[in-house]
C-alpha cells in the first residue's frame, strides 16, 4: 500500500513543476515590459504585441479533454512526458484499405497524431467523415482525395493491456496448478495461499448458493474466468504506469463481450421451464398473454436487458472510479494556472483525495468483480431452475 501512495503523490508534483515552469516563464515579460516603460512608444508597441502572441500559444488546460484522453484507448502507451518530448510504446497497425490492400506499421510512424503515414493519419479533434466525428480514430486519404475510415485491426492500449491480464492470470493458476501436483497434500503457501481461498468464495458463495449443488460444476469454470479476469484488470487499472494504467474494464466493447458470453451461456442452458416461464408465465391472468402477449413481451425484453445491465453496470462504475480521481488531479492543473500558491495549495487536497479514491478503487475492483460473477451465477441458475 505505501508504494501505491508514493506512485500516486508523485506524478502529482512532477505535475505541478511541468505546470509552474510555463507560469514563471509567463512572468518574465512582463518584467521585461516594466522595465522599458521609458522607451520609444514603437519599440513599447511591437514588444506587447510579441507578449500579446506568446500568451495566446499558450493554450487553457482543459479538464474534460484531459480525462477522457487518459480513460479513452489509443494506438500507442504512453509512458511520460519529458518536457516537450512525449515517451511511449508503440503497437502495431493493422489496416486493410480497398485502395491499397493490407497495411502493416508500428504507431511511432504517427509521431503521436501530428503526421500522416501512407495517406493514412489519426483524425483530430473536430474532424469528420461523412459527417460524423472521428476524433482518434485513423483515416485514410484516397487518391481522389476522399476521406474513409479504413478496416481496422491494430494492436491498442486496451487489446495490449488483455494481453498483459491474459498472461498474468495464465501464469498464476499454471503456476498454482503445478505447485498443487508437487504437494498434493501440503498446506498451500504462496500464490495458493491467496488463490485457493478466492475459489473456494466463489464456489460456495456465488455458485452453488445460485445454481445449486448438483449443477454448479458446469458452470464453475467460466465463473472462476470471469471473476479474476475483470478483478485482476481492475486492479492493473489502478496502476498509474506501465503495465497498468489501461481502462480495459472501463471500455464500454470489453464488458459487451463480457455480457454476450453471460447472455449466450444463459440462452444456449435455458430448459423447458425456463422458457416456458418467459413465453407463457404460470400464475398470471390470461387476459395478459392473449390476444395481446403483454406478459410473455416483458418476460423477453427481461432477457434482452439483462445482459444490458451487466455491461454498463461494469463499464460505468470503472470508468466513475477513473474520472473522479483525474477530477481532482485536474485541479491541480486549473488552481496550477492561476499561481503558485494556489496551485501547491490545492496538491495537498488533491492529493489526498486521490489516495483516499486510490483505496476505495481497490474495494469497488473487487465488488464489480464479485457483483458481476454473482448476476451471471443468477441468470445461470434461473436457466436450469427444475420445476417445483
Known amino acids: 500500500m505505501t508504494e501505491g501512495k508514493a506512485f500516486r503523490i508523485i506524478p502529482v508534483f512532477v505535475i505541478l513543476l511541468y505546470i509552474l515552469k510555463p507560469i514563471n516563464a509567463s512572468e518574465e515579460p512582463k518584467q521585461n515590459h516594466q522595465d522599458h516603460t521609458e522607451q520609444q512608444t514603437d519599440h513599447y508597441t511591437d514588444n506587447s504585441e510579441h507578449q500579446t502572441e506568446e500568451h495566446n500559444t499558450h493554450e487553457a488546460f482543459e ?5 477522457f484522453d487518459h480513460i479513452s484507448d489509443a494506438y500507442d502507451w504512453h509512458i511520460i512526458d ?31 497524431g501530428h503526421a500522416s503515414f501512407r495517406n493514412f493519419h489519426i483524425a483530430a479533434e473536430g474532424e469528420t467523415v461523412n459527417h460524423k466525428e472521428v476524433k482518434g480514430k485513423i483515416i485514410e486519404t484516397l487518391s481522389d482525395g476522399t476521406k ?16 498483459i491480464g491474459i498472461i498474468l492470470i495464465l501464469w498464476i493458476f499454471i503456476s498454482v496448478g503445478k505447485a498443487y501436483q508437487k504437494k498434493p497434500i501440503k498446506a498451500p503457501s504462496g500464490l495458493q495461499s491467496w488463490v485457493e481461498p478466492m475459489i473456494i468464495f466463489v464456489r460456495d458463495e456465488i455458485a452453488i ?42 471500455n464500454i466493447s470489453v464488458t459487451l463481450v463480457l455480457a454476450l458470453f453471460t447472455f449466450f451461456i444463459t440462452t444456449i442452458s435455458g430448459n423447458k421451464t425456463y422458457w416456458k416461464h418467459i413465453f407463457n408465465t404460470p400464475g398470471v391472468p390470461w387476459w395478459l398473454k392473449v390476444p395481446i402477449p ?37 485541479l491541480v492543473f486549473l488552481f496550477g494556472e492561476m499561481g503558485k500558491i494556489q496551485g501547491y495549495g490545492i496538491s495537498i487536497v488533491s492529493v489526498g483525495f486521490i489516495i483516499f479514491m486510490t483505496f476505495l478503487e481497490l474495494l469497488v475492483a473487487f465488488i464489480q468483480a464479485y457483483v458481476f460473477t454473482f448476476l451471471s451465477a443468477i441468470y445461470f441458475g434461473m436457466a436450469v431452475e427444475e420445476h417445483h
Do not use: Q
Open 209 to 250: 448458493p445460485s445454481i445449486g449443488i448438483k449443477k454448479y460444476e458446469k458452470f464453475l469454470p467460466f465463473l472462476l474466468t470471469v471473476f479474476f479476469f475483470i478483478w485482476i484488470n481492475n486492479m492493473l487499472g489502478l496502476v498509474p504506469f506501465f503495465p497498468g494504467g489501461a481502462n480495459l474494464t472501463g
Open 294 to 330: 403483454l406478459m410473455p413481451f416483458v418476460e423477453f425484453l427481461g432477457v434482452l436487458t439483462k445482459p444490458f445491465v451487466l455491461m454498463v453496470r461494469l463499464f460505468a462504475n470503472i470508468t466513475a472510479g477513473h474520472i473522479i480521481a483525474l477530477g481532482f488531479l485536474s
Open 148 to 163: 474513409v475510415i479504413p478496416f481496422d485491426i491494430s494492436f491498442t492500449k486496451n487489446i495490449a493491456s488483455l494481453f
Open 63 to 67: 479538464p474534460g479533454k484531459f480525462m
Open 82 to 112: 519529458i518536457g516537450k518530448k512525449s515517451v511511449s510504446i508503440p503497437l502495431p497497425i493493422i489496416l486493410y484499405s480497398s485502395e491499397s490492400g493490407l497495411n502493416v506499421f508500428m504507431s511511432s510512424k504517427f509521431h503521436h
